[in-house]
């Protein structure tokens, strides 16, 4: 618990004047933790991280993960290249890999790196997305994030009972992600008196009950990734927390949800 504390501290330390800061700072260090994050997901899947599939996947995600309007910019053809067009490409060129060394690159691991580039990508791109559009928004996220994750353990911890998805996680309970969101609406009604947003506070609160359990999901998601790959950690980058996705499942998860709901 202590080192625990100690790394969520110093990794607070760091990320939080990154994310105040924003710019180029910000995205480069938005690229840099995304990159890991798949190479994490690539190492369960027991994917050779120095290959050309490897290689394929992060160029994806790079691409998925560039500032729409930068990206437009760049590709001055009319629309005539876009990111779901990359993606297609992609896909093209991961199943061609898979004849030309014979299958020892199957087409499951080109499914699931394709899978694995989308995830990460998109869901960093809005990280970038969401700082871009107002410092407010981002900072909002973050702390309904943490609120979701702290309720849930304190709570689990103290009136936990009925296990929530054993086979998944097995520490989690449903006292415990009842208490993570009722932590994050509490969380998400300070940070509206301190800092208001945009909408209505009962929009606000709504949109806080949806984000929540999306975090949620995201993390249990991130679970029965290690689940099925049987691996403790996403990764060891973190002591006492395991790997970068470890920490970001929540997040990337829930960005997407507030830009499709034109909460941002």
């Given at each position: 618990m202590k080192q625990r504390t100690i790394t969520a501290v110093v990794a607070a330390l760091i990320f939080i004047p990154i994310v105040?800061?924003?710019?180029?700072?910000?995205?480069?260090?938005?690229?840099?933790?995304?990159?890991?994050?798949?190479?994490?997901?690539?190492?369960?899947?027991?994917?050779?991280?120095?290959?050309?599939a490897a290689g394929l996947g992060l160029v994806l995600m790079w691409a998925l993960m560039f500032p729409y309007e930068v990206f437009d910019n760049v590709v001055d053809s009319d629309?005539?290249?876009?990111?779901?067009?990359?993606?297609?490409?992609?896909?093209?060129?991961?199943?061609?890999?898979t004849v030309l060394v014979k299958n020892r690159f199957t087409f499951d691991d080109a499914g699931f790196l394709l899978l694995s580039s989308i995830y990460i990508g998109m869901g960093f791109n809005y990280l970038i997305e969401t700082r871009d559009a107002d410092l407010p928004y981002?900072?909002?996220a973050l702390f309904i994030v943490w609120a979701t994750d702290t309720g849930a353990?304190?709570?689990?911890?103290?009136?936990?009972?009925?296990?929530?998805?054993?086979?998944?996680?097995?520490?989690?309970?449903?006292?415990?992600?009842?208490g993570g969101v009722v932590l994050a609406c509490v969380v998400a009604f300070i940070f509206h008196l301190v800092e208001p947003l945009e909408h209505s506070l009962i929009v606000v609160l709504l949109v806080t009950v949806l984000i929540s359990i999306a975090g949620q999901i995201g993390d249990l998601v991130e679970s029965a990734f290690k689940r099925h790959y049987a691996v403790k950690d996403s990764g060891k980058i973190l002591p006492g927390h395991g790997?970068?996705?470890?920490?970001?499942?929540?997040?990337?998860?829930?960005?997407?949800?507030?830009?499709?709901i034109n909460f941002i």
């Open positions: 105040l800061l924003g710019g180029w700072p910000f995205k480069a260090f938005v690229y840099f933790v995304a990159s890991i994050a798949l190479m994490e997901l690539i190492r369960m899947k027991k994917i050779a991280r120095y290959s050309v629309d005539l290249v876009t990111k779901s067009e990359i993606t297609l490409l992609a896909v093209l060129v991961l199943l061609s890999y981002i900072l909002f353990y304190l709570f689990g911890r103290s009136f936990g009972k009925h296990k929530l998805w054993p086979q998944i996680s097995p520490k989690k309970t449903i006292e415990g992600s009842i790997g970068v996705l470890d920490r970001f499942d929540s997040l990337i998860f829930i960005l997407p949800i507030l830009h499709l």
